[in-house]
Each structure stands twice: as C-alpha cells, then as structure tokens.
Nanobody, 123 residues
Framework: QLQLVESGGGLVQPGGSLRLSCAAS????????IGWFRQAPGKEREGVSC????????FYTDSVKGRFTISRDNAKNTVYLQMNSLKPEDTAVYYC????????????????WGKGTLVTVSS
C-alpha cells in the first residue's frame, strides 16, 4: 500500500526554522515528483515547492523562495522541506504529495497524498 507520512511540524516563533519530512512506504520515492502544499485556515490549498523525478529540478512559490529548500534522501526514502526565516503567514497544514515520473507537481494531478502536519508560526 502506497503511503506518505509527514512529520516535523510544530509551533515556532517568527524567524525560526523547521524541517518537514515526507516519508514514503510501499514505493520508492526516487521515481516520483514530490510536492509540498499547504492550506492555511480559511484559505485554499496552494503549492509550496516541488522536486521532480529524474533530474530533480526544484521549484518554489514566490513567497518562499530563498527561505525554503526541498531535498531528497533516497537512502531514507524521504523528502524534506527545510523552512527558515518563518513568518506568521507560513502558518498552515503542510501536505506532501507524489506523482510518478513527473517533472512538475500539479495540485490536481497528484495521485498520492499524506495527511498533513501543522506548522504554526507565532510569538
């Protein structure tokens, strides 16, 4: 059974850092594009970052460029999202999702999703 599990969320002060993990079971992440998405209270879910399968190109939404970094650890079958200089507007439930053999992470085209981890940025 294909499964994605997010972890690493929590409460952090503005300017702080968190590292989210997306661990896969039942399949090998290496051949999948992995996207991070988030949904803030009262808002629609949005794409945050994506790492493609193959050449492992990375993509970021403008609001997180220079602050967030997506990476893979194939040995651990895990994708990470390092989040630095966090802002209150980063508060959201963060989800990872997977799509096989893909360069991009289309939100409506990701067949596998985790259940999310909550990130709260507040003083």
């Amino acid at each position: 059974q294909l499964q994605l599990v997010e972890s690493g969320g929590g409460l952090v002060q503005p300017g702080g850092s968190l590292r989210l993990s997306c661990a896969a079971s039942g399949f090998t992440l290496d051949s999948y594009a992995i996207g991070w998405f988030r949904q803030a209270p009262g808002k629609e879910r949005e794409g945050v970052s994506c790492i493609s399968s193959g050449d492992r190109s990375t993509f970021y939404t403008d609001s997180v460029k220079g602050r967030f970094t997506i990476s893979r650890d194939n040995a651990k079958n895990t994708v990470y999202l390092q989040m630095n200089s966090l802002k209150p507007e980063d508060t959201a439930v963060y989800y990872c999702a997977a799509k096989r053999f893909s360069t991009y992470c289309p939100q409506d085209g990701m067949p596998y999703w985790g259940k999310g981890t909550l990130v709260t940025v507040s003083s």
